[in-house]
């Protein structure tokens, strides 16, 4: 299959902060916290494994990381079976970062896979308007 047939969500946000301090938001849990999972078992580094937990929803996933960049990208295997995460942050500016978040990878097809999709968009989606307002507004939505 051809890379631009793959079935991939993809989310996008401007953030008005610089692109250090938004990539500090996704490697760090303490910031993480406040507008996505509840509990981490560590901070993000290439080559390590660390579980995400949703306390609230008594779930966790086991994440692998599989590559950063500073203040550039970080790439993730989650869940079981396991997916793809990209996170890219843009520097537009000295104060504005671009995050895009695409998941890849389903090993679905059909209604599944459909679903799968629309989950995920929706959930990305819902981790960038918190990040957007806990960076930018110091406010936690607890959307999730």
Do not use: C
């Amino acid at each position: 299959m051809q890379a631009d047939k793959i079935p991939t969500v993809e989310t996008q946000m401007l953030i008005r902060k610089p692109a250090s301090t938004v990539f500090q938001a996704f490697i760090d849990p303490a910031i993480t916290t406040n507008f996505w999972f509840t509990k981490s078992s560590g901070k993000l580094a290439t080559g390590k494994k660390v579980v995400w937990e949703w306390e609230m929803y008594g779930i966790s996933i086991n994440v692998f990381v599989k590559n950063i960049v500073q203040d550039k990208s970080i790439t993730i295997e989650w869940g079981d079976p396991a997916t793809t995460v990209t996170f890219e942050f843009i520097a537009l500016s000295d104060d504005s970062t671009y995050v895009i978040i695409k998941n890849f990878g389903f090993n679905k097809t059909g209604d599944e896979l459909s679903e799968a999709i629309k989950d995920n968009t929706g959930g990305f989606t819902t981790v960038l308007d918190g990040l957007k307002a806990y960076l930018e507004h110091g406010l936690q939505l607890n959307l999730i």
